[in-house]
């Protein structure tokens, strides 16, 4: 049976085909936001109208773009959501929380500097990982039952 897997999180690394490429040969079916940031964020007014108030601007995109992340996150099996070092991703909070309401499977992945700030999260995670390749660990035990080798 094919894994559904949500990569949410930080856009600006390859964390997400380190990931995919690391799972390379198992059943498991990834999805995730849309990485261009200006599509991201212009979205709302590219399909919708422009927008002369940035706040309206960024409202639109957002709304058009939780329409994406609500159905995929309700979608899927595991949720893997990465805090990137440079940016504080609000967002990747809110998909974290959002797929724990649901009672997902939840990946938590970041560095030991957001230790701290992201324990609430980590702790609703059923896993804490600190690289790519650690997950791809987690979802081929998951797969497999085997231990990496």
Known sequence: M???VYLAGEIHTDWR??????????DIAFSGPVTDHAASDDCGVAILGAE??????????AKLNAVRTRRAIAGADV????????????NAAFDAGFAAALG???????????AHALKEVDAAALAVA???????EVLRYVMTGELPR
Not at 79 to 90: A, D, H, L, M, N
Not at 104 to 114: A, E, F, N, Q
């Open 2 to 4: 094919t894994l559904s």
């Open 17 to 26: 085909e380190q990931i995919t490429g690391a799972c390379a040969g198992l």
């Open 52 to 61: 002369a108030d940035k706040f309206w601007h960024d409202h639109k995109g």
């Open 79 to 90: 949720v893997v959501v990465r805090f990137g070092e440079q940016y504080k991703q609000w």
């Open 104 to 114: 997902k499977s939840l990946i938590v992945l970041h560095g030991p500097d957001h």
């Open 130 to 136: 600190a690289t790519p390749a650690q997950v791809a």
